[in-house]
């Protein structure tokens, strides 16, 4: 167990490492490893385990009874996951949880972080840790649905390219996701997703390789 990687998480932030060793055996810690493509968590199933991403990356996302698919978000290595679902245990999974790269996945029983542990002297901090983290993905699903929210595609574009801004301070900016990813994430088809970004390229609006995007604020505002 590499406990200077999994006290640097925001999960055991603020916890000492002899507490974490006695926390492992209490919240029965479990290290497995995942390729690229396979499924951690499957949607209809009942957990009582928390995903923290060790390396590599996770990809939540929700395929309707069409096979139609929406990405939810992407956890990179630090990230928690499936927290919200093991604290209810009654609550079947609504959604896919896949690795988006190799990655290898520290498995946390949460029933265990609400009965006490006499040697666990971390439990609360742990708890207070996955509040915020729980927060802070309840704002980034309100962030999603306002990208989500325009009627247009370039609408949606630039919703999404507005916040990326803001957050990176820069107008270059790199997303997390590749083209078909984009289009998942913005309820978009990708041939017509692709289509309205050459089109805003070609009214050098934007200009872009790859995941980066260099945004022309004055042309937006003059259109």
Not at 33 to 52: P, R
Not at 150 to 170: A, H, V, W
Not at 185 to 207: C, F, P, T, W
């Amino acid at each position: 167990m590499d406990l200077d990687l999994i006290s640097n998480t925001v999960l055991f932030r603020g916890c000492p490492k002899e507490d974490i060793e006695a926390m492992a055996r209490h919240l029965n810690f479990r290290t497995n490893q995942y390729k690229k493509g396979n499924v951690v968590f499957h949607s209809g199933e009942i957990i009582t385990d928390a995903g923290l991403v060790l390396s590599g990356t996770i990809q939540i996302e929700h395929t309707d009874l069409w096979g139609n698919k929406s990405i939810l978000g992407i956890t990179d290595a630090g990230g928690v996951f499936g927290e919200a679902y093991a604290c209810i245990p009654s609550q079947p999974l609504l959604i896919d949880v896949t690795a988006n790269t190799d990655c290898r996945i520290l498995l946390i029983s949460i029933p265990g972080l609400f009965s006490p542990c006499p040697v666990c002297q971390s439990q609360r901090q742990v708890i207070q840790n996955l509040l915020i983290i729980s927060a802070q993905k309840n704002l980034r699903l309100s962030e999603r649905s306002l990208d989500t929210s325009p009627k247009t595609i370039r609408g949606r574009l630039l919703s999404y390219f507005s916040r990326q801004i803001s957050l990176q301070g820069t107008s270059t900016v790199t997303i997390p996701f590749d083209r078909q990813q984009l289009a998942d994430y913005l309820n978009l088809d990708r041939s017509a997703l692709s289509k309205e970004l050459g089109k805003m390229k070609r009214e050098h609006l934007i200009q872009y390789h790859k995941n980066v995007f260099q945004i022309n604020i004055h042309a937006i505002k003059a259109t």
